[in-house]
């Protein structure tokens, strides 16, 4: 499975502290990396602005340590502020295209989800790097989307766009394979590391797997 030559990234971890499950954020992040993660996403909805930000440049020393891309979901503020690689927005949050004309953000990375196929034919998929496609399988994680793509739906999209695809929802090490089969570049996961007693060997098991 040859990486995307625009996006090399292959095990994208979404974290969060409920995520975590009591566990230390930072330090979940960290044995992540250690085990195999590529790139990361800091998503809180929960925190406020200031909390937010103060987290992501705590997970921003760690991810620099290790030269790992730091992903800020949905706040360009504090994308901008925390020094973050990129964001990551939805169909709800800041335009691709906004966030691209704004200053500091020219060269960020922009990951853009898509939930509906006519989205691969706006511009916001144009001035993104790269697309997720979530949920693949439903999750008890992310419950606000609206289509369940699955297998198929990746092939689909797959056969509609050249952008990097990043596959996300419920993916574990067992269906890992399949997602990479039907056209993924790169799977995100929460649960499956974040949840884990051992985030660093679940990384190792999910990143051997790909490497596979």
């Given amino acids: 499975m040859k990486a995307h030559s625009l996006f090399p990234y292959r095990?994208?971890?979404?974290?969060?502290?409920?995520?975590?499950?009591?566990?230390?954020m930072l330090q979940v992040a960290e044995q992540a990396i250690q085990g195999g993660v590529d790139i990361i996403q800091l998503r809180e909805k929960q925190l406020t602005e200031p909390l937010f930000l103060e987290r992501a440049k705590q997970l921003r020393?760690?991810?620099?340590?290790?030269?790992?891309?730091?992903?800020?979901?949905d706040n360009p503020r504090v994308a901008a502020?925390?020094?973050?690689s990129g964001i990551h927005v939805g169909n709800t949050d800041t335009r691709p295209t906004?966030?691209?004309?704004?200053a500091?953000?020219?060269?960020?990375?922009?990951?853009?989800s898509i939930e509906y196929l006519k989205q691969l034919e706006n511009v916001q998929t144009t001035v993104s790097d790269y697309l997720a496609?979530?949920?693949?399988?439903s999750t008890n994680t992310k419950t606000d989307t609206v289509t369940e793509w699955g297998l198929e739906g990746i092939s689909k999209i797959r056969q509609l766009t050249t952008k990097p695809l990043v596959a996300i929802g419920n993916i574990h090490v067992n269906n890992t394979k399949a997602v990479f089969r039907a056209g993924a570049d790169c799977i995100a996961v929460v649960s499956a590391i974040c949840g884990a007693d051992d985030p660093m060997k679940a990384a190792y098991q999910l990143k051997n797997t790909i490497e596979k």
Wanted: glycine share 10%; charged share 25%; proline share 4%.
């Fill in 133 to 137: 496609i979530s949920p693949v399988f």
């Fill in 61 to 73: 020393d760690i991810t620099e340590k290790y030269g790992v891309p730091l992903i800020i979901n």
């Fill in 81 to 84: 502020l925390a020094g973050a």
């Fill in 11 to 24: 095990l994208y971890l979404v974290i969060s502290e409920d995520a975590c499950r009591g566990k230390d």
């Fill in 98 to 102: 906004v966030l691209r004309q704004r």
């Fill in 104 to 112: 500091g953000f020219e060269e960020k990375l922009i990951g853009y």
